[in-house]
T-cell receptor, first 113, second 116 residues
Framework: EAAVTQSPRSKVAVTGGKVTLSCHQT?????MYWYRQDTGHGLRLIHY???????EKGDIPDGYKASRPSQENFSLILELASLSQTAVYFC????????????FGKGTRLTVV | AQKVTQTQTSISVMEKTTVTMDCVYE???????LFWYKQTASGEIVFLIR????KKENATVGHYSLNFQKPKSSIGLIITATQIEDSAVYFC?????????????WGLGTSLVVNP
């Protein structure tokens, strides 16, 4: 069974503070993704990566940075957290970028106050 | 632009019945992949079933099956003999084969409630 582990599972951050969400996968997958889920918007892609040391912008990258130091690890960084970034964040991985399914972590609930 | 639309916001059914959830998509490409995912009450998102656009046969996995109507750009999810634990939000997604860096395009989901 594919495994994607996110930490922390929930976090309360202060406006203007720095937040780092971490993701670790043991699937030996090349592709990793960060999604944001808000009510009424479904899943929106923030950043993704298909190889270590390289990241790509998704559909809503503004206000977020990503880091892929190794095949297994993919982090999402909010340098200056804002109230509008309160959401549930999902990390995911897939073997390829085409016909294979995506495996999701359990999500991180981020509340910015 | 690519788009995935799930017109049913929520569906309520009785246990042990069959339910169909609709999904229509827009794409310019001739080769693409369609997926259905389930998000449980705990928030976990799990893959259910996939349909490759070049395959004419409808995919089936357990009590999940698909109704793929390519001329209508439609991919319905059918759940037979529904169980209480099928209550969840179901997402339809499409991936276009554009190089190897394609993205998944997601629908907004359909909430299914299975009543005893």
């Amino acid at each position: 069974e594919a495994a994607v582990t996110q930490s922390p599972r929930s976090k309360v951050a202060v406006t203007g503070g720095k937040v780092t969400l971490s993701c670790h996968q043991t699937n030996n997958h090349d592709y990793m993704y960060w999604y944001r889920q808000d009510t009424g918007h479904g899943l929106r892609l923030i950043h993704y990566s298909y190889v270590a040391d390289s990241t790509e912008k998704g559909d809503i990258p503004d206000g977020y940075k990503a880091s892929r130091p190794s095949q297994e690890n993919f982090s999402l960084i909010l340098e200056l957290a804002s109230l509008s970034q309160t959401a549930v964040y999902f990390c995911a991985s897939s073997l390829t970028g085409s016909n294979t399914e995506v495996f999701f972590g359990k999500g991180t609930r981020l509340t910015v106050v | 632009a690519q788009k995935v639309t799930q017109t049913q916001t929520s569906i309520s059914v009785m246990e042990k019945t069959t339910v169909t959830m609709d999904c229509v998509y827009e794409t310019q490409d001739s080769s693409y992949f369609l997926f259905w995912y389930k998000q449980t009450a705990s928030g976990e998102i799990v893959f259910l079933i996939r349909q490759d656009s070049y395959k004419k046969e409808n995919a089936t996995v357990g009590h999940y099956s698909l109704n793929f109507q390519k001329p209508k750009s439609s991919i319905g999810l059918i759940i037979t003999a529904t169980q209480i634990e099928d209550s969840a939000v179901y997402f339809c997604a499409m991936r276009e084969l554009v190089g190897d860096n394609s993205k998944l395009i997601w629908g907004l989901g359909t909430s299914l409630v299975v009543n005893p």
